[in-house]
């Protein structure tokens, strides 16, 4: 492991491994470079969108109890909830939440301060999005609808999600290094996240530790030790129960949860399809299931395959983490289980000559503009404009694409250790795409 993140440049790590009920756990490298404190298997890391399954988990209790219909409007439990489309708002269903098929634009990360409403007033935040596609249409991966979830949670247990989070997830599983804020990660030996200032410049510690607390369902604030995120998948794994007996979910619900609901446009990096909040391998050796997350400089891997009783977790902070994935979870799964992680999409060897005109074009979001052009020597490029709240985030070099399948482009240079494919869907209705889709679906503008 050290020669590895030397090789892929990443600070410090963190793993645990589950299998069969026995956990193995370590660390190496530096939590941050500045202080030179060294990672250890008790150190905390920000599991970023890992804690979609957190939020599913607890959405899914709900059910269990009958509080909670997953194919009935949401607006029955969010009265306040508006979109700029009143009838898609009125259409969305939990269940259309859980699987990232609502159809609004996602990527909302407006900040509505620390408090404890923190949640309740990012939902008065969506009264101005706009739906990108029908309820159920298709997959788009959506940050917005999971803090919807989170606050789901907060007005069906009348408590806050972070109260929810201790008393219903951490509590029953016996968690003893989770944190659902700064202030409790503070505790702990906690990795700093490491981001580098300007392309191929060294990576340094990230100036600001955690986003905001409104997006905390979907990912911003849950940090926590390996072998306690393993834990949590021990209990996915054996039919929602808890180490010690207790039914965290109802018998055939984490099934239920990791069971195929909805296909991805092929990205060769997130899963070929998803389930109610967990993401999904279909490989021709075995199904695997878990999730990733990445928030400021720190990445998270959760990998499990249900028919082995195994379950992986690597947590990073910098660096080119899904090659140093690749290394690790692409050797573990394979010997501990017989299957195995997709191949990362890489380029051709020799690119053929593309004609872009139906790619050509501006794709909007809430926080960037991905803008698609073809040059005099017919090369095609991809800028990428921060705006909104990432208005600040230090500019891109624009990126070349070249081609890799029907309707998709790829990126010759890897950004962290992988290349992603750039699918184009839909029509505009001149014949041009009508969205650019990287696990998301970004617009044409």
């Known amino acids: 492991m050290p020669a590895l993140l030397a090789k892929h440049d990443v600070p410090g790590a963190a793993w645990a491994v589950l299998k069969d009920g026995e956990v193995v756990d370590g660390a190496t490298g530096l939590l941050s470079t500045a202080t030179g404190v060294e990672a250890t298997a008790d150190s905390v890391f920000q599991i970023g969108s890992i804690t979609k399954l957190w ?107 972070d109260a929810c989070l201790r008393e219903h997830l951490f509590a029953p599983l016996g968690l003893t290094h989770a944190a659902t804020s700064p202030y409790e990660a503070i505790l702990f030996r906690a990795a700093v996240g490491h981001v580098q200032p300007e392309p191929d410049a060294a990576y340094e510690p990230a100036p600001m530790w955690a986003m905001a607390r409104s997006n905390a369902p979907a990912g911003t604030m849950l940090a ?113 289980s017989g299957t195995s992680i997709p191949e990362l999409p890489t380029p051709p060897s020799e690119p053929q000559p593309v004609d872009a005109s139906r790619y050509v074009g501006t794709y909007s979001a809430e926080v960037l503009d991905l803008v698609v052009r073809q040059d005099e020597e017919q090369r095609i490029w991809v800028d990428t404009i921060y705006k909104g709240v990432f208005a600040d985030m230090p500019p891109e070099e624009p990126t070349e694409l070249v081609g890799f399948g029907p309707d998709s482009l790829i990126p010759l240079r890897p950004d962290r250790g992988m290349h992603m494919p750039h699918n184009f869907l839909g029509d505009d209705g001149t014949g041009r795409a009508r969205y650019l889709h990287l696990g998301r679906a970004f617009q044409r503008a």
Not at 111 to 139: C, H, M, N, R, S
Not at 233 to 253: K, W, Y
Not at 269 to 296: A, K, Q, Y
Not at 329 to 334: A, D
């Open 224 to 336: 926590m030790r390996p072998r306690d995120l393993v834990t949590f998948a021990r209990m996915h794994l054996e039919d929602g129960r808890s180490a010690t007996g207790e039914q965290v979910l109802a018998p055939g619900t984490a099934a239920a949860m990791q069971a195929r609901a909805v296909d991805l446009p092929p990205t060769g990096i997130m899963g070929s399809s998803w389930g109610l909040g967990f993401e999904r391998f279909d490989m021709p050796t075995g199904d695997v299931v878990g999730h990733d997350g990445n928030t400021i400089g720190q990445s998270a891997f959760l990998r499990m395959v249900p028919e082995a009783g195994l379950a992986i977790a690597l947590l990073t902070n910098g660096g080119d983490v899904f090659a140093l994935y690749h290394d690790v979870v692409g050797r573990l799964l394979p010997e501990l």
């Open 55 to 161: 939020t599913s988990t607890l959405v899914m209790q709900l059910v269990d109890e009958g509080l909670l219909d997953l194919d009935a409007p949401v607006q029955r439990y969010l009265p306040k909830l508006r979109l700029r489309d009143a009838d898609a708002a009125a259409a969305i269903t939990t269940r259309q939440l859980l699987m990232h098929t609502a159809g609004f634009e996602g990527d909302i990360f407006t900040d509505t301060g620390p408090g404890d409403d923190a949640i309740e007033k990012y939902v008065e935040v969506l009264a101005d999005v706009p739906q990108l596609f029908a309820p159920g249409e298709q997959f788009s991966y959506n940050n917005a609808g999971y803090c919807l979830l989170g606050r789901l949670v907060e007005v069906l247990r009348e408590k806050t999600y």
